[in-house]
């Protein structure tokens, strides 16, 4: 069976700009395109030329993807030509393998937000297609409004989209611009529209306000379309565009897509999906969503003692696809909802072997639900479990002991009178018979206390030079102000791997301090560093 080419168009770099608190660099978006180039995506539209600096310099040379680079722009200005229009001449300019537009096909849009007439917009969309024809590159229309536009005014909406393709555009996006239009509505629409112009020049493009995204994209390609656009991990305006995250091993993992569809990424290709949407995670300082589905941390997280089990015998038991063909792992998780099969799976993950029927392994259950009971969390805190595991089951390293530690907190008026708080902390600890005391200060007493702690370790200090401590959560559990708290620390490497710590105490300090100590030391043995002699 001869399987029909789906292309795969990624806006992060533009779409994704307009997400609250986004603000790609031009370093930023050279190396997200590149992560997108090497995924396979067919399109990557890199901005919109002449509205900001850092679109024009992007544009400004070619940057020798093999993805198609696109241009984002309008179509040419009302009541200017297209040599008079700046904005448009700009897209002209533009060093890209293909030019988006984005057009009016919303009757109330053209008469509201352009102030014109229906027949005006129709020649301002023939016009500038024929523009970016004529220059030699690939014409795409992005037909804004189009699912609102066609519920309102059909006969309009679809001359607009027939208008763009008889001018010459490659492409004929469809666009829930504000993206609330259901996936049964999606799929009688573009049913309609690929009766008028061949499917395989329709797209796709929607957003996310009411979290149909992904599914109305997938409606979209049931009913004919041939194109999908969307962003890496959905960013986006408001909430968001369609996930290319969850639609790409959608349509190479599923087999009601997989078997009628190609596409340009190949399965080593996908298998970067998890690294692509990481390092994007990582451009935006965000954490990962842990349950982001495919790539989150929690994809193929298994608690359940039953579900551990079954996996244990057969992953296809509760696994919908294997976690390795979008470059994940599978999580076997340590908490006081699982037993034996559980503490075994994560022993083994960890590369300890130990006999199911080892009394310790026993002892292993019980201390964990026992240090749950007050507080611990070991489903989030991998490495502090791997700690306690190994504390048990085998000889652990002392690197070094923490005799005592201050934290003092000041506030007074420094040298320009301004009223400023202070932390300072002291540590004091033993490394290889030798006393060492070591003092920081920091933004807060935890901070403080974390960059004392992290002075002078002495043989130990390169292994931690690279050590960071890159979230801090604090959970109360019980009430009043001497309440029990939970800290949750997650620290990062140089070569970006990350770990989670936990310390549980009624003092914030001494909890921020436990899990402090777990992280470091989860370091030092993963590292290989020597015990003390």
């Known amino acids: 069976m001869t399987r029909e080419t789906l292309s795969l168009y990624d806006t992060t770099l533009r779409d994704g700009a307009q997400t609250h608190g986004v603000d790609f660099s031009l370093e930023d978006k050279l190396l997200i395109a590149e992560q997108l180039d090497k995924l396979g995506l067919d399109y990557v539209e890199a901005g919109y030329p002449g509205a900001n600096p850092i679109d024009t310099e992007l ?48 009757d109330f849009h053209v008469d509201v937000a352009l102030g014109i007439t229906l027949e005006e917009n129709l020649a301002g969309i023939k016009e500038s297609v024929e523009a970016v024809v004529a220059s030699g590159r690939e014409a795409l229309l992005d037909c804004e409004h189009f699912f609102d536009g066609y519920k309102a005014n059909p006969g309009y909406a679809l001359e607009c989209a027939k208008t763009a393709y008889d001018a010459g555009a490659r492409w004929i996006v469809l666009c829930d611009t504000n993206g609330g239009t ?94 692509a949407s990481r390092v994007l995670d990582e451009m935006l300082n965000q954490a990962p969503d842990r349950h982001a589905p495919y790539v989150g941390e929690a994809a193929f997280a298994h608690k359940g003692g039953i579900h551990v089990s079954a996996v244990k015998k057969d992953p296809r038991t509760y696994e919908h696809v294997p976690p390795d063909s979008v470059g994940n792992v599978r999580k ?27 009394p310790r392994v026993g002892r292993l259950v019980d201390l ?72 920081g200060e920091g933004n807060g007493p935890i901070n403080a206390l974390d960059n004392a702690l992290r002075k002078d370790l002495g043989p130990y200090q390169s292994y931690i030079d690279d050590l960071k401590l890159v979230d801090y959560k604090v959970r109360i559990l019980t009430g009043g102000t001497d309440a029990v708290t ?23 300090v001494d909890a921020s301090f436990e899990a402090l100590l777990d992280s470091i030391n989860y370091k030092l043995i993963r590292d290989g560093a020597p015990a003390p002699s």
């Open 182 to 275: 259901l996936p049964e509505e999606v799929e009688a629409i573009v049913t309609d529209v690929v009766a008028r112009i061949p499917g395989d020049h329709v797209g796709i493009h929607v957003h996310n306000d009411t979290d149909n995204g992904v599914a109305n994209s997938l409606a979209a390609v049931r009913a004919g379309a041939r194109q999908i656009q969307g962003t890496l991990n959905g960013v986006g305006e408001r909430c968001g565009n369609a996930n290319l995250t969850s639609i790409i091993p959608t349509l190479l993992l599923k087999s009601g897509y997989a078997d009628r569809f190609e596409t340009n990424i190949s399965p080593e290709k996908l298998s970067t999906l998890t690294h």
């Open 332 to 358: 076997l998780l340590v908490s006081n909802q699982g037993g034996r099969s559980n503490i075994l799976a994560q022993l083994e993950s960890i590369g300890l072997t130990v006999s199911k029927d080892d």
């Open 368 to 439: 964990v639900k026992e240090r749950e009971a007050v507080g611990y969390a070991y489903e989030a805190a991998e490495a502090s479990f791997e700690l306690l595991a190994r504390r048990m089951l085998e000889t652990v390293p002392q690197f070094f002991d923490v005799d005592s530690f201050r934290v003092m907190v000041e506030r007074r008026h420094n040298a320009l009178g301004e009223l400023v708080t202070v932390s300072e902390a002291t540590v004091k600890a033993r490394i290889d018979g030798n006393s060492v005391m070591s003092v």
């Open 486 to 508: 939970r800290v949750l620390v997650e620290s990062r490497d140089g070569e970006g791997r990350r770990w989670f710590t936990v310390g549980v105490s009624p003092n914030i």
């Open 59 to 106: 544009f400004s040379k070619d940057r020798k993807l093999g993805a198609k680079v696109t241009a984002f722009g309008m179509t040419k200005r009302p009541g200017r030509s297209i040599s008079n229009d700046p904005g448009f001449q700009a897209l002209l300019a533009a060093e890209a393998d293909a030019i988006c537009l984005v057009g009016k096909t919303w």
